[in-house]
């Protein structure tokens, strides 16, 4: 077996004296498609901010596609392949949804490909047309519904044309058809070979879309496994559900 | 190719502008005319900065007042250089000010930011104020050439060129940004900086790149300076009121765009003129507080902001 995608080594979080994340390892094959679950507070968004640079991990060692990550901006790491959705989505509200695409092309695809798309133009056209907003393209985010916010959000995340995607709580707040259209985009993409770790809380959604399934409690991991047999875990079902 | 057609236009525009002054006839339009097109510089300058990426300078008088001591200091040292050398220079000296200034408050975000500009101002005032060999708080007189070094006319009029010439070069660089991945890359940092770091956009080099474009203009914006006045003290270099106008004519005008200041500047620029000269100079800082306000209830995204949606 070839190494693995991404590999995470005794990370470790604190702010202050309260300790976020500690000795988290991880690794997550090409092509993969990982859930992290965890309960409110258990180190998710910790996790995911130390895997994009955000923020920087205190301890331990991130490895991506054979660079070591400790220590780079995180544009340098968008521009190595690890595409990120925000929680709360942070489209720019001044550009328009066409702009909004065309900054990722601009500043991380063709830097990865070591040059200048041919036409940026009609490949941000592709990733609206991929989301269905491609009929909005000159409309501002302000003007989107909070769905289509998502899909602006995923679109974006793909304009930098990543090889990992961290799709972070990128359901929250939507009805049952709007998860089902999520879930299929992301699907699709992992379809076109984009390694993809979900960060969700809706369970239907995880236990759908999860090839394997993490769990975070407290700032540790305490299971890693088949989704199936995970969830019956007496541990984890006692951290969701109290014992 | 588009912004070559620009420069081309701009450069007729230019030409169009001189020649009707000459037609006038009067010295006092190049007077005039020469403060109005200086502010065209310092406005698109600040913009750069503060309407594409979002980052309010309060310390506009700095910049200036560096680049009019630069000619200070060369005029006492090489005064055979010619001013275009001269501004070179002084535009040189203000970017690297500014590149090292946005090194140290960068991190800064807001009213944090902007508050440390202005301080950065008083600093290098206080600096001023203290140099014996530009004359420190007494001032420095500059003895103005009577004539113009390349063309028959006075030097007023050679100034009111160079400062033209320097406002075609500035606005067509602030247009020419806009639309480039520079100018994309402005944007993402002034709507969400996280995201634009997200999206790839390396946010603190692009900064710098403001920063140092930015404070190079207004250098260059002030270096003509000293022959102008041929009185130049700290007080009246480090002027708040050029702080005040600079930000003022953006935000009348509309921040998004190239546009927005040249037209702050032009109206505002004609208006203090006009004022100064038929009421009284103290007036003219009264009508840019007046306009301020106005604009900022009436419409906040300035005068191009009525145009676009």
Known sequence: MSAPLLQVEGLGKRFGGFVALSDIELEVAEGERLGLIGPNGSGKSTLVNCLCGTLRNDAGQVTFGGHRLDGLPAHRRTRLGIARSFQLPRPFPTLTLAENVRVPILYAADVKLGRIPADPRRRCEELLDMVGLLAKADRKPADLTQIEMRKLELARTMASEPRLLIADEAMAGLSHQEVDDILALLMMLNGQGVTIIMIEHIMRAVLAFSQRLVVLVAGRKIADGDPQDIVRQPDVVAAYLGS | ?309
């Open chain 2, 1 to 309: 190719m588009r912004n070559l057609l620009f420069i081309l236009l701009a450069i007729v525009a230019a030409v169009a502008t001189f020649a009707a002054a000459k037609l006038i006839g009067n010295a006092y339009v190049f007077f005039a005319g020469y403060v109005v097109l200086q502010y065209i510089v310092l406005a698109t300058a600040w913009n750069i900065l503060g309407g594409y990426t979002g980052y309010v300078n309060f310390g506009t008088a700095a910049f200036f007042a560096l680049g009019a001591y630069t000619t200070v200091v060369l005029h006492k040292t090489v005064p055979f250089l010619p001013l275009p050398a001269m501004m070179l220079v002084g535009g040189v000296i203000s970017g690297v000010i500014g590149l090292g200034m946005g090194y140290l408050t960068l991190r800064l975000r807001g009213t944090f930011f902007s508050i440390a500009t202005l301080a950065m101002a008083v600093v290098a005032q206080t600096l001023i104020t203290n140099w014996n060999f530009v004359g420190g708080s007494r001032g420095a007189y500059i003895i103005r050439p009577a004539s113009s070094p390349i063309f028959p006319g006075d030097y007023i009029q050679y100034l009111f060129v160079v400062m033209l010439l320097l406002s075609v070069i500035s606005v067509s660089a602030a247009r020419a940004i806009q639309h480039s991945r520079l100018g994309y890359g402005f944007s993402a940092i002034r709507d969400d900086e996280a995201a634009a770091e997200a999206s790839g956009v390396p946010t603190l080099r692009l900064k710098l790149i403001a920063t140092a474009l930015s404070g190079g203009l207004m250098g260059m914006a002030g270096a003509p300076l000293p022959y102008y006045v041929t009185y130049l003290d700290p007080a009246s270099g480090f002027s708040l009121s050029y702080a005040v106008n600079t930000i003022a004519m953006p935000l009348i005008g509309g921040t998004a765009t190239w546009l927005g200041p040249v037209i702050g500047a032009i109206l505002l620029g004609t208006l203090q003129q006009v004022a100064t000269v038929t009421i009284s100079s103290a007036l003219s800082l009264l009508l840019v507080g007046l306009l301020l306000v106005g604009f900022v209830i009436a419409a906040p995204k300035g005068i191009v902001g009525w145009f676009t949606r």
